[in-house]
């Protein structure tokens, strides 16, 4: 079983920037791919960002292209998600996600296996 815990959420003006971290442990993380997930209040969860094992393929949410980055560190067993230009309606909490699949060569999110708790990041306007 893995353990996914997130940290580096809260509060910013908009324009400005948070890195979120998930840390892994319980299970071979570098052969998985791994996603971020956001669900503000009264609304669905949302996809965010992906990238598959190896860190080759990333995937992008159409509302955080070109503000987010998605990173991994197979080393140390973390995901990074780099938000730039934050919006008041990217408020909400995040998750991080593992995708139980190794060695994928694609973000299959049907494959989800495991997610963290969450991390709340609220931008003001």
């Known amino acids: 079983q893995v353990q996914l815990v997130e940290s580096g959420g809260g509060f910013v003006q908009a324009g400005g920037s948070l890195r979120l971290s998930c840390a892994a442990s319980?299970?071979?993380?570098?052969?998985?791919?791994m996603g971020w997930f956001r669900q503000a209040p009264g609304k669905e969860r949302e996809f965010v960002a992906a990238i598959i094992w190896s860190g080759r393929s990333t995937y992008y949410g159409d509302s955080v292209k070109g503000r987010f980055t998605i990173s991994r560190d197979n080393a140390k067993n973390q995901v990074y998600l780099q938000m730039n230009s934050l919006k008041p309606e990217d408020t909400a909490v995040y998750y991080c996600?593992?995708?139980?699949?190794?060695?994928?060569?694609?973000?299959?999110?049907?494959?989800?296996?495991?997610w963290g708790q969450g991390t709340q990041v609220t931008v003001s306007s």
């Open positions: 996600a593992l995708d139980t699949t190794p060695y994928g060569t694609t973000w299959d999110p049907t494959s989800i296996g495991s």
């Open positions: 319980g299970r071979t993380f570098s052969a998985h791919a």
